[in-house]
């Protein structure tokens, strides 16, 4: 297995390619879902480093998720995206300021490639 692992969650198709393309190059291997229920079972079975978590979804909801990797004692770098109010970033790096969560990045949508391409160096 590579040791560079990227799973992300985000509702856009679109911008789960560019996420992939861009996560590829820099030599990880890449999961991508939509869907909390297989984001738990990839998370599981698939031991990512890096997770991308889109934290404003119609059917998922980011923060939560960010509270179950917590739970977890998720050791990954976590990058939270997010289009909307910064509120939910603000959330979201709670958990991290609590130590709840190791490292923790906040991106807000649109994202450049080179400042992704930043935050998964």
Same mark, same amino acid.
């Given at each position: 297995?590579?040791?560079?692992?990227?799973?992300?969650?985000?509702d @856009?198709?679109?911008?789960? $390619?560019? *996420?992939?393309? +861009?996560? @590829?190059g820099? %030599?990880?291997?890449? =999961?991508?879902?939509?869907?909390?229920? $297989?984001?738990? $079972?990839?998370? @599981?079975?698939?031991?990512?480093?890096?997770? +991308?978590?889109?934290?404003?979804?119609?059917?998922?909801?980011? *923060? $939560?998720?960010?509270?179950?990797?917590?739970?977890?004692?998720?050791?990954?770098?976590?990058?939270?995206?997010? %289009?909307?109010?910064?509120?939910?970033?603000?959330?979201?790096?709670?958990?991290a300021? =609590? %130590?709840?969560? +190791?490292?923790?990045?906040?991106?807000?949508?649109?994202?450049?490639?080179?400042?992704?391409r @930043?935050?998964?160096?």
């Amino acid at each position: 297995m590579n040791s560079k692992r990227l799973l992300a969650i985000d509702d @856009e198709p679109d911008f789960m $390619e560019i *996420v992939r393309t +861009v996560a @590829e190059g820099l %030599g990880y291997e890449v =999961k991508i879902t939509d869907k909390a229920d $297989e984001f738990a $079972e990839i998370y @599981e079975s698939f031991d990512p480093n890096v997770i +991308v978590l889109d934290l404003v979804m119609p059917e998922v909801d980011g *923060v $939560e998720l960010a509270h179950w990797l917590a739970h977890e004692k998720s050791q990954a770098k976590i990058i939270f995206i997010t %289009g909307h109010n910064p509120r939910y970033a603000d959330a979201a790096q709670d958990l991290a300021d =609590k %130590g709840d969560l +190791v490292s923790v990045t906040t991106l807000s949508k649109p994202v450049s490639l080179a400042v992704l391409r @930043e935050a998964l160096a």
